[in-house]
Nanobody, 124 residues
């Protein structure tokens, strides 16, 4: 079982930056593929970025490529999402997710554990 707790969300102006963190419980963090998803009001949850267990390979949604960067520190049981050049359309609740079966998946149903989400609001 893994518990995930996100932090770092907030209100930022367009063009600004935020860094989200996701702290995981348990001693087997390095055995999980990790991902970030987001859900805007009235829209379905969408994939943002994924990272494999070792952290060596990452996958990004086209909408965030070049602006967002995912990283993980397996020693600290934490995954990060650095978000730069934020746009109003990035406004959403951001969720951290862990997959025991897949590494770097871009599909929500392949993730087993989810955090409670953190709100990111980008004003124009």
């Amino acid at each position: 079982q893994v518990q995930l707790v996100e932090s770092g969300g907030g209100l930022v102006q367009a063009g600004g930056s935020l860094r989200l963190s996701c702290a995981a419980s348990g001693r087997t963090f390095s055995s999980y593929g990790m991902g970030w998803f987001r859900q805007a009001p009235g829209k379905e949850r969408e994939f943002v970025v994924g990272i494999i267990r070792s952290g060596g390979i990452t996958y990004y949604a086209d909408s965030v490529k070049g602006r967002f960067t995912i990283s993980r520190d397996n020693a600290k049981n934490t995954v990060y999402l650095q978000m730069n050049s934020l746009k109003p359309e990035d406004t959403a609740v951001y969720y951290c997710a862990a997959s025991a079966r897949y590494s770097g998946s871009q599909v929500a149903y392949e993730y087993d554990y989810w955090g409670q989400g953190t709100q990111v609001t980008v004003s124009s």
